[in-house]
Nanobody, 120 residues
Framework: QVQLVESGGGLVQAGGSLRLSCAAS????????MGWYRQAPGKQREVVAT???????NYADSVKGRFTISRDNAKNAVYLQMNNLKPEDTAVYYC??????????????WGQGTQVTVSS
């Protein structure tokens, strides 16, 4: 069993910054891709940013230049530095990890979500 726990969400003013953290624990042999997704009320969950074990990063167009994703393999953690936040960034943010409990098994795991609210 693997758990992903997010932290760092909160309420900020437009133009402010937040740093989200997500740590995976449990039966982990290796983590391939990790990422951040978000879901606003009444809307579908969407990808924000992903980072592979090799360091390849992809961002949603809406956050390019403002958000930075990074990871710490030793801690099985992924981070999302969010700068110049906008009200439209308001959502529940979820971390995701493609986990290999063993060399031959791959499973997707989700965190519980952390609320990010950006006010004007």
């Amino acid at each position: 069993q693997v758990q992903l726990v997010e932290s760092g969400g909160g309420l900020v003013q437009a133009g402010g910054s937040l740093r989200l953290s997500c740590a995976a624990s449990g039966n982990i042999f290796r983590i391939n891709t990790m990422g951040w997704y978000r879901q606003a009320p009444g809307k579908q969950r969407e990808v924000v940013a992903t980072i592979t074990s090799g360091g390849t990063i992809n961002y949603a167009d809406s956050v390019k230049g403002r958000f930075t994703i990074s990871r710490d393999n030793a801690k099985n953690a992924v981070y999302l530095q969010m700068n110049n936040l906008k009200p439209e960034d308001t959502a529940v943010y979820y971390c995701n990890a493609e986990v290999k409990p063993t060399l031959f098994t791959t499973k997707l795991y989700w965190g519980q979500g952390t609320q990010v609210t950006v006010s004007s």
